[in-house]
């Protein structure tokens, strides 16, 4: 079966400081992992993803996620925040055999304090 | 990234009635949409898989005809809740990956949402 875990609810950071935002995932197979941020009441927007190739992606606004295959991690960073990266924040990980099925984790609110 | 428009942003209605929400993908065909429900504070639940042309896939637990879903064309599909009740309010989203992108790959692309509040 696929999952992915988001353990913490919340996240709170100082404006300027780095921000981890923490994802584990279990799946059988080459996972392919996803992060999206949702703003209040709208729907979500596309960060990164990894599917191949360097453990370190690169995505939209700054961030960036590491892929830790031995740890099955994949935690979203950003190396200083801002009061605008506020928002509610999603892991994901696409079906195995399913390749239309992607299974959330609960999300993660990320405060950043000025 | 590919857009995908949702309509309408809110809704408010009487218990018992029928509501119509549309999703359209803007600049991409879209053959397979994805519609999920979302409780407040709390992850995305997918409902069903739309299909263009054919009978949408549910998920466990989702009641087909209570939500009804018609993927008529490559741009468009619709999510009815039947005879809503209280219990219907919520948040619904639309998703949607398209035929020419990377099937494995791709990732989704998101509507706005549709709040839902039923009286």
């Known amino acids: 079966a696929q999952s992915v875990a988001q353990p913490e609810d919340q996240v709170n950071v100082a404006e300027g400081n780095p921000l981890t935002v923490k994802c584990t995932y279990s799946?059988?197979?080459?996972?392919?992992l996803f992060w999206y941020v949702q703003y209040p009441n709208r729907g979500l927007q596309f960060l990164l993803k990894?599917?191949?190739?360097?453990?370190l992606v690169k995505g939209s606004y700054g961030f960036e996620a590491e892929f830790n295959k031995s740890q099955t991690s994949f935690h979203l960073k950003k190396p200083s925040a801002l009061v605008s990266d506020s928002a509610l924040y999603f892991c994901?990980?696409?079906?195995?055999?399913?390749?239309?099925?992607?299974?959330f984790g609960s999300g993660t609110k990320l405060n950043v304090k000025p | 990234g590919a857009v995908v428009s949702q309509h309408p942003s809110r809704v408010i209605c009487k218990s018992g009635t029928s509501v119509k929400i549309e999703c359209r993908s803007l600049?991409?065909?879209?053959?397979?949409m994805f519609w999920y429900r979302q409780f407040p504070k709390k992850s995305l639940m997918l409902m069903a898989t739309?299909?263009?042309?054919?009978?949408?896939?549910?998920e466990q637990g989702v009641e087909k005809d209570k939500f009804l879903i018609n993927h008529a064309s490559l741009t468009l599909s619709t999510l009815t809740v039947t005879s809503a009740h209280p219990e219907d309010s919520s948040f619904y989203i639309c998703?949607?990956?398209?035929?020419?992108?990377?099937?494995?790959?791709?990732?989704?692309?998101f509507g706005e949402g549709s709040r839902l509040t039923v009286l």
């Open positions: 998703s949607a990956r398209g035929a020419e992108r990377a099937a494995n790959t791709g990732e989704l692309f």
């Open positions: 799946v059988s197979g080459n996972p392919y």
């Open positions: 990894y599917i191949t190739g360097d453990n």
């Open positions: 994901a990980v696409r079906g195995v055999y399913n390749f239309n099925k992607f299974y």
């Open positions: 600049d991409f065909q879209a053959t397979t």
């Open positions: 739309s299909n263009e042309g054919s009978k949408a896939t549910y």
